[in-house]
């Protein structure tokens, strides 16, 4: 008996984390890095990434735009 509403406090609890954290998720994947290893930094040459392009992108690129279209040219080519 206290079990079950234990249960049901619990999946609430879950569901409304569940919910908390989805929209906590979509507000920051609108606003700010999905990643936050990338830190405007290139992860190929490690030069800064154009501001410009990480603002276009919202900051969801670690390369710059060189060695972004040489990745996806590898990619393409399939490496
Ligand atoms: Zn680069």
Known sequence: MTDDMDRAQK????????????????IAAAQSPRDTSIDGICIDCAQPIEPARLAALRGTTSRCADCASQFEQRVRMGR
């Not at 409304?16 to 929209?23: E, I, K, P, T």
């Open 11 to 26: 999946l609430d609890g879950f569901d409304r984390d569940v919910a908390l954290a989805n929209a906590r998720a979509r």
